[in-house]
């Protein structure tokens, strides 16, 4: 072979490696980092398992005011406060994944299960009194003036709850919907646990149906300036109450379902189906009506609304469609209002992938005015979006953090900003930690496998710290994502 061809073969091979480099992804390696985020999101005692070792214990009297033991669970973001209702919607969509995936999902499976258990132990944990949800730990005012390591906390860990008195529907119901799921996850490994995980959820449930209002009316003044707001409660009771029909298969749920649809409407808030293409930790109606269409689309029951909702709900994401709704960056990302904006792909393509192999399963593709949509066409969809996250974008950047070899460093989290315990062994009080927020220095503890905000409807990111809509990670981001990679790693190969 002469020498010219072998130069032209070498430089052939390197610019593939290249290409592969750039746009070819290990889904499976993204998948395991996905999962290992979850360790770095935990309160409470640590177990001798932990694997992201610069976290240790942390809010360990966290109760101790209300004389209830609510230790563990974790922290929703780059703060140390515990947000319940969003915790509770990051549950039940960490079980939803094992539900759907978890037979693709390896050795990982028991990592993902043990992230799902940490966060029911603490709701079961926060249901433990009759008539009681506890909704927040941590005073949000004191917590946010601070810039502190967890394990140095030294701000009010405030309880604050809702009751029979004083009602929060959408938290106690989002609770019996994680714990509805959970039970269907954990029901061939643990099945007591199963049982007592399905107990709780009807308990929970009943409390939030019989006791409605907002938690808005009780706890707003925290919640609310923090971005937990809600948008009202009838779509958590539906969204539970599907969980539970798919978890017992107690008509009662069913006919709850089916009947609270049409009644879904709340002073100053939008109609069930006016938010067809709406889901999130704050509204959950796409949700419901994926979920429902699986035993629906399999029964042969009577499809309307839930299919058709569906459907519209797809024709409001793709692309092509003619009654797209959401926007696109140059690079391809969907975008919708609001902050945080990776949340929106990576849940609605959670959202796409299952909803494609339900419709697969039962033979069906979607009309979108003039747009014949295949289930496969949403997969493809939902793999472009899971692409961009993890670098096939304009930047060529990596937005989970330990993946690749361009990610976020500066990302706006307390406990990876700051030194860990074994580098800096002396208490770091709550303004001792702004030198470290203000320096440009990349974030000194990697919180592996974390998704950030992400970049602008430009594909803009600017690594910054002190912009947290772009750069904070949320666990309620990275749930959806473990079951998109669970699949995806096992489609590439």
Request: with cysteine.
């Amino acid at each position: 072979m002469g020498e010219g061809k072998i130069m032209g073969m070498t430089m052939t091979i390197t610019m593939t490696m290249m290409m592969m480099s750039v746009y070819g992804q290990d889904y499976g390696d993204a998948f395991t980092k996905s999962i290992l985020f979850f360790e770095g999101q935990r309160s409470g005692k640590l177990p001798s398992s932990q694997r992201l070792t610069w976290r240790k214990d942390s809010g360990l009297n966290d109760g101790k005011d209300v004389k209830v033991d609510l230790t563990g669970g974790y922290y929703d973001a780059g703060d140390n406060v515990k947000f319940n209702f969003p915790m509770a919607f990051t549950t039940t969509l960490l079980a939803w994944s094992v539900i759907e995936f978890g037979n693709l999902m390896g050795s990982d499976l028991q990592y993902t299960l043990d992230a799902i258990r940490w966060g029911t132990d603490y709701l079961l944990k926060a249901t433990s009194i009759p008539g009681t949800v506890f909704a927040i730990v941590g005073d949000p005012y004191a917590d946010h003036s601070c810039w502190e390591r967890p394990e140095d906390m030294d701000t009010p860990r405030t309880v604050y709850q809702v009751n029979t008195t004083f009602p929060g529907s959408e938290l106690s119901a989002e609770i019996a919907a994680a714990l509805a799921a959970a039970s269907l996850a954990f029901n061939s490994s643990d099945y007591p646990y199963s049982q007592t995980l399905a107990d709780r959820a009807e308990s929970v449930f009943d409390f939030a149906d019989k006791h409605r209002g907002s938690y808005n009316d009780v706890i707003g003044q925290v919640v609310c300036p923090y971005y937990y707001c809600s948008s009202g409660y009838m779509d958590e009771l539906s969204w539970g109450a599907a969980w539970l029909y798919r978890a017992t298969n107690k008509q009662y749920y069913w006919d709850y379902v089916r009947n609270s649809i049409y009644n879904t409407y709340t002073a100053g808030t939008l109609g069930y189906r006016d938010n067809f293409a709406e889901f999130g930790w704050d509204t959950k109606v796409a949700g419901i009506n994926v979920l429902v269409s699986q035993w629906v689309l399999t029964k042969k029951l009577e499809p309307s609304p839930f299919v058709p909702d569906a459907d519209r709900f797809v024709c409001s994401v793709l692309p092509e469609s003619p009654t797209r709704s959401v926007a696109y960056s140059p690079g391809g990302l969907m975008f919708k209002d609001g902050p945080c904006n990776m949340q929106h792909a990576t849940t609605l393509s959670f959202l796409l992938l299952v909803y494609a192999r339900y419709s697969k399963d039962n033979g069906r593709q979607i009309q979108c005015d003039n747009v014949v949509v295949s289930p496969d066409r949403l997969i493809e969809f939902a793999k472009g979006q899971v692409n961009y996250i993890l670098g096939k974008n304009p930047l060529g950047m990596s937005y989970m953090v330990g993946y690749g070899n361009k990610f976020p460093k500066r990302i706006h989290h307390r406990g990876s900003n700051l030194p860990s315990m074994e580098a800096h062994g002396d208490h770091i009080d709550c303004q001792g930690g702004h030198s470290y927020f203000e320096s440009q220095d990349p974030n000194q503890n990697l919180l592996t496998g974390a998704i950030v905000g992400g970049p602008d409807p430009n594909d803009s990111y600017p690594d910054s710290r002190y912009n947290s809509s772009q750069s904070e990670p949320t666990t309620y981001m990275n749930a959806p994502l473990v079951g998109l990679l669970a699949y995806f790693k096992t489609a590439a190969s």
